[in-house]
């Protein structure tokens, strides 16, 4: 079983230590950055940053948010980073796919516009961002400071 909470800063470096291998390196493509310091600064530009974490043991296996931009505070840019945890148990990643559905649906009804960037490569993201709802509307040959191949996703406020 899994639940959800708000973030801590305690949260992170368990998150970072164990992040999916495919998360770390999007992450280390587009910005250049650690997993430790990417979940810093996304926690630090999301208004609403929330953990899963493993009941029980009582370790955090994903963080999730939608950070703004103050200059455009109608738009957002949503973000996931998970460990290797999260997906381990079936249980864990039906619990996950519930509540994943009920945010996404909040947030869209909150930005007229969520908006970013997935790497390629990352084919579990790419079902399940589609799953969600979200439409593909460009590949970006060389994206960030790795200059890999990303796609970029949106979601639109539903009317």
Same mark, same amino acid.
């Given at each position: 079983?899994?639940? /959800?909470?708000?973030? #801590?800063?305690d949260?992170?470096?368990p998150?970072?230590?164990?992040?999916? =291998?495919?998360?770390?390196?999007?992450?280390?493509? %587009? %910005?250049?950055?650690?997993?430790?310091?990417?979940?810093? @600064?996304? #926690?630090?530009?999301s208004?609403e940053?929330?953990?899963?974490? =493993?009941?029980? %043991? =009582?370790?955090?296996v994903?963080?999730?948010?939608?950070?703004?931009?103050?200059?455009?505070?109608?738009?957002g840019?949503?973000?996931?980073?998970? /460990?290797?945890?999260?997906?381990? =148990?079936?249980?864990?990643?039906?619990?996950?796919?519930? @509540?994943?559905?009920?945010?996404?649906?909040?947030?869209?009804?909150?930005?007229?516009?969520?908006?970013?960037?997935?790497h390629?490569?990352?084919?579990?993201?790419?079902?399940?961002? #589609? #799953?969600? @709802?979200?439409?593909? /509307?460009?590949?970006?040959?060389?994206? @960030?400071?790795?200059?890999?191949?990303?796609y970029?996703?949106?979601?639109?406020?539903?009317?």
């Open positions: 079983m899994i639940y /959800t909470r708000p973030s #801590k800063d949260d992170l470096q998150i970072a230590d164990d992040m999916r =291998e495919m998360d770390a390196h999007e992450v280390k493509c %587009s %910005s250049g950055v650690s997993p430790f310091l990417a979940l810093k @600064g996304s #926690k630090r530009m208004p940053c929330n953990t899963i974490v =493993e009941m029980g %043991s =009582e370790i955090p994903a963080m999730y948010g939608v950070a703004v931009d103050a200059l455009h505070p109608t738009s840019c949503p973000w996931m980073l998970v /460990t290797n945890r999260l997906f381990a =148990e079936k249980q864990h990643r039906n619990q996950f796919a519930r @509540g994943a559905y009920k945010w996404v649906n909040e947030k869209r009804n909150e930005f007229d516009v969520m908006v970013n960037y997935v390629c490569s990352n084919k579990l993201a790419i079902r399940w961002l #589609k #799953k969600l @709802g979200f439409v593909f /509307t460009k590949e970006i040959e060389n994206f @960030g400071l790795g200059d890999e191949p990303f970029e996703f949106i979601m639109i406020k539903k009317e």
